[in-house]
């Protein structure tokens, strides 16, 4: 599978309010061609987006995610007056603005098979069969074990920190068409090696361009970025 070379991270990076619409709408306009966004569940078992399992550092909500009802969480301000997305808001977005979507399953601690459950039917049934579909991935094996066998057909990345060892096991395992890990922690070897079995390689959170530079020098194959207006004109190219 070929992903664009610039990911757009948590929506529209530092530009926007983290994981809302407005970002997704920025990265479009900006020229990305992919948006990176995590996905958790609500009290009510519905996929929003929101990146940790508590509500204070992105919204004027207070507790925890999994503990709050969709009617709540709509109310809440995520920031210059964006609310908290739904999956399915955050998928029509994408598919009107032709953007590739990444769809992060980020499960609360304990939740991953009914996250998991919960975003790959919704994903399946969101996107149908539109020919840019959902990259879906997790931190989280479980997740993605959960995914491959709820919606084999839609393409699924497994995200590591540090690259282990065991790598082409775990992708295998998964049927996954792409790695993702942090670019803090990453070799050239491990590039090469990941290259060797014909996978792409996406690195987050590269937001310096001489660290861009140098990961694409060594041949890694897509960046998720916070810095929106560094990489632009190249995202966009
Ligand atoms: O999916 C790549 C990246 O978003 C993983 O880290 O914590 O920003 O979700 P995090
Ligand atoms: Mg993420």
Known sequence: MRLP????????????PENTLAGIRLAARMGFRAVEFDVMLSADDSPFLIHDETL?????????????????????????????????????????????????????????????????RQAQTLWGDDPLPPLL?????????ICRDLAPELPRGVLFETLPDDWPDVVRHLGAVSVHCDATRLSAEQVAAVRRQGLPLCCYTVNAIAQAERLLAWGVSSLFTDRLDLFAADAAA
Not at 77 to 97: F, T
Not at 98 to 114: C, H, I, M, S
Not at 137 to 145: C, G, V, Y
């Open 56 to 120: 204070e550092r992105t919204t004027n909500g207070r507790g925890e995610v999994c503990r709050t009802t969709d009617r709540e969480l709509a109310a809440l301000d995520a920031g210059a007056g964006e609310r908290v997305p739904s999956l399915r808001e955050a998928a029509l977005l994408c598919r009107r603005l032709g953007l590739r979507a990444n769809v992060e399953v980020k499960p609360a601690r304990g939740l991953a098979r009914q996250t998991a459950e919960v975003v790959a």
């Open 5 to 16: 070379r610039w990911i757009a991270h948590r929506g529209g990076g530092a530009l926007a």
């Open 137 to 145: 991935s997790s931190f989280s094996l479980e997740a993605l074990e």
